[in-house]
Every structure is written in C-alpha cells, then in structure tokens.
C-alpha cells in the first residue's frame, strides 16, 4: 500500500440550519481542524501531539479524531500498520460549530488521504460519524457531512447516510456568533421533547420543502421565508444569553434567517451579502459588549470544498 505523508483540513460547520434538525447542514470557511498523518515507529495508531490540546485524550479510543481514524484502519483491516498523527485543534469545542465533526472527518480523511484514497468520500463518511457519535453520543450526520462534502448537504437518512449536496445561492454569507458559554450537545439534545404536534410538523416540512427548494431556484426571498424554526429553537433558545435580542438586531440589520448553530450555543445568521453580513457582525459585537459577555464573531462564505489535503 503506498503511504502518503500529509497533512489535511476539515472545516466547522453550522448544523440543523433553522429547519433541518439532524438532517441539514453547511460547511465554514477557514476555522476548522488539522490532522498531520505520517508513518510511525510502533504498532497501529498512535497520537503524538495534540495542539491546543484542553482535555482532550491522547488514547484513540478516547479521542473523537483518532476514533474516526481507527475505525478507517479497521475497515481497511489495517489496525496494526503503524501510523502516527498531530492533531491541531484549531477550534473550541462545545460551540455548536461541529468542532467534534471537524476533528472526526480530519481523522477518517487523513488515513484515506495517507493510503492514497483506497475508499470512497460514503466509506469515509461513515467512519467520521463513528467519531462524532464518540462525542455526544448520538448518530447524525449534520454536522459531518458538510464538514467532508462542503457546501449545503441534506440528510435524507442518517440510519444509512444517505447525503445529498445542494446548490448554494451565489454570494451566501454566513455569521456565526458564539457567546462564550459552554452548552454540551448531550444537555441540549436531552432536553428536547419526543413529540412534535402536527400543526409543527406541517409548518416546519413546509420550510424545509421550501428551503431545498430556494436553493434549486436561486431565490433568495424564498429562502429567507423559509428560514425559520418553530420546533427546536424555542426549546433551545434559553440555553443561549441574549438570543432573541441578538436575533431581532440580526434580521433588523437585513438577515434572511437567523437560528441556533447546530446544539448552540453558537447563533448563525444567513445574510445575502458580504455588507449585510459585516453590520450583522457589528450589532453582535455591540449588543454582547453593552451586556458585558465576551462573545466571537466568524464572518464566513459557504465553504464549497469541505475537507482537503495540502
Ligand atoms: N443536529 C445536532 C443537534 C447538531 O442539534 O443536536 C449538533 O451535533
């Protein structure tokens, strides 16, 4: 098998997308997670650094990154080739920016990217949502597949992964507000209600029909009737300091949506334009500096290419 020293990127994302609760999701440019893959000197998959590394787990099976990266080795029945990888952890975890997808589809595309790509993007896919599943305990593919594919991904069916890539409008911006408060995937799926009544569901598969549809048209005025949330971000919408005022100074200043990134407590605001996207970004600065709460702003296109070797 050839061996190929490299190292490769996979990008933070925003998952549910207001409307799409563990079936919709887009990639971020720039922030994202590095995984530097080489041969190594023992048996099977070792960690050897872990940049900015918090609590994260040097043990493969403890850490999100190397699981995804195992699970690859496993499938290619090769658990004792002996291989190392750094991870850079370049984004903070516990956002809702997919940083455990991130360091999951780094870790499963790094070993394939190594091996000369002896599998195919759904092989790795498969294994990057094993590593996500490591993080929060639960299987779905919002956040993992765009963070691989890039762009705009629908999940039709995460039991099987059956992904679609969408078109994405020309000149979409996303911006991601995250208010520096720890809210942990498992807390904020756990307090979700089972059930959904049926005026929800018809109002809420009427805006995801309508924002697939948005993106097929092009048409942004659709897209921004369709971006809204009636089921989980009421539910969530406490967990986040200061969400509705920060979603009212956000659709003030001309965003086409605005909802909960992926678990929170990250907010995301879908803008037509790089001048809507900017004053978005300045009203969340000014509401959380006048509530004094620390808070970072990413002012982001849709990253079209998802993971990549350099
Ligand atoms: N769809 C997931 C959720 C994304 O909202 O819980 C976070 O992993």
Excluded at 257 to 276: D, E, K, R, Y
């Amino acid at each position: 098998m050839k061996k190929i020293p490299c190292k490769c990127f996979a990008p933070a994302s925003v998952a549910n997308v207001a409307v799409g609760y563990d079936v919709l999701g887009f990639a971020l440019e720039e922030l994202g997670d590095e995984i530097i893959i080489r041969e190594g000197k023992e048996k099977g998959l070792k960690i050897k650094t872990i940049r900015n590394r918090g609590k994260l787990s040097y043990d493969p099976l403890k850490n999100v990154a190397g699981f995804a990266a195992l699970k690859m080795m496993e499938h290619l029945d090769i658990v004792d080739m002996p291989i190392e990888i750094d991870l850079n952890k370049n984004m903070p975890i516990g956002t809702g920016m997919g940083s455990s997808a991130a360091s999951a589809v780094a870790g499963a595309f790094a070993v394939n990217a190594f091996l000369d790509w002896p599998c195919k993007m759904h092989e790795v896919l498969k294994c990057a949502t094993m590593g996500e599943q490591l993080a929060d305990g639960s299987w779905h593919a919002d956040n993992v597949a765009p963070s691989l594919y890039g762009g705009f991904v629908l999940i039709r069916d995460n039991e099987t992964l059956d992904v679609i890539g969408l078109p994405t409008i020309e000149g979409l911006r996303a911006v991601v507000i995250y208010p520096h408060v720890k809210v942990l995937t498992k807390d904020s799926r756990n307090i979700l209600s089972n059930k959904v009544d049926l005026q929800s569901h018809i109002k809420q598969s009427g805006n995801l029909a309508a924002f697939v549809a948005a993106m097929y048209k092009s048409d942004i005025e659709l897209l921004g009737r369709a971006l809204e949330d009636i089921i989980i971000e009421p539910q969530r919408a406490a967990l986040i300091p200061h969400f509705y005022q920060m979603k009212e100074a956000a659709l003030s200043a001309g965003a086409l949506g605005f909802s909960i990134s992926g678990a929170g407590p990250s907010m995301f605001a879908l803008c037509a334009n790089s001048v809507i996207a900017d004053n978005i970004e300045d009203a969340a600065k000014k509401l959380y500096k006048e509530e004094g709460k620390e808070v970072t702003v990413y002012n982001s296109k849709i990253n079209l290419e998802g993971a990549k070797k350099y």
